[in-house]
C-alpha cells in the first residue's frame, strides 16, 4: 500500500520559513517523479513545485521560484520543500504526489499517489 506522508506544516510570520517533508512507502521511490501542490480554502489545487525521478529536474510555479526549493533523497524515500520569505498568500494545505514519469509534471492528473496533506498557514 502506497503512503505519502507530509509533515514540517505549521503557523509562520510573514517573511519566515518553513521545511515541509513528504515520506513514501510502498513503492520504489526513485521511479517516481514528486510534487508539492497546494490548496487554499475556496481555491483549486496548484502546482507548486516538482522534481525528477533522480533530482536532475526542478520546475516551480512561477510566484515561488526563487523563495521554494524542492530537492529529494531516494535512500531516505523522502521529497522536501524549503520555503523562504513567505507571504500570507502562501497560507494553504500542501500536498506531496507522486508520478510515475520522466522529467517533471504539473498537473493533479498526471499525479497517482497523494498525501493527505500539511497545513501552512502564513501571518501578516
Known amino acids: 500500500q502506497v503512503q505519502l506522508v507530509e509533515s514540517g506544516g505549521g503557523l509562520v510570520q510573514a517573511g519566515g520559513s518553513l521545511r515541509l517533508s513528504c515520506a513514501a512507502s510502498?513503492?520504489?521511490?526513485?521511479?517516481?517523479?514528486m510534487g508539492w501542490f497546494r490548496q487554499a480554502p475556496g481555491k483549486e489545487r496548484e502546482f507548486v513545485a516538482a522534481i525528477s525521478r533522480g533530482g536532475g529536474s526542478t520546475s516551480y510555479k512561477d510566484s515561488v521560484k526563487g523563495r521554494f526549493t524542492i530537492s529529494r533523497d531516494n535512500a531516505l524515500n523522502t521529497v522536501y520543500l524549503q520555503m523562504n520569505s513567505l507571504k500570507p498568500e502562501d497560507t494553504a494545505v500542501y500536498l506531496c504526489?507522486?508520478?510515475?514519469?520522466?522529467?517533471?509534471?504539473?498537473?493533479?492528473?498526471?499525479?497517482?499517489?497523494w498525501g493527505q496533506g500539511t497545513q501552512v498557514t502564513v501571518s501578516s
Open positions: 510502498g513503492l520504489t521511490f526513485s521511479s517516481y517523479a
Open positions: 504526489a507522486a508520478d510515475w514519469t520522466y522529467g517533471t509534471r504539473s498537473y493533479a492528473e498526471a499525479y497517482d499517489y
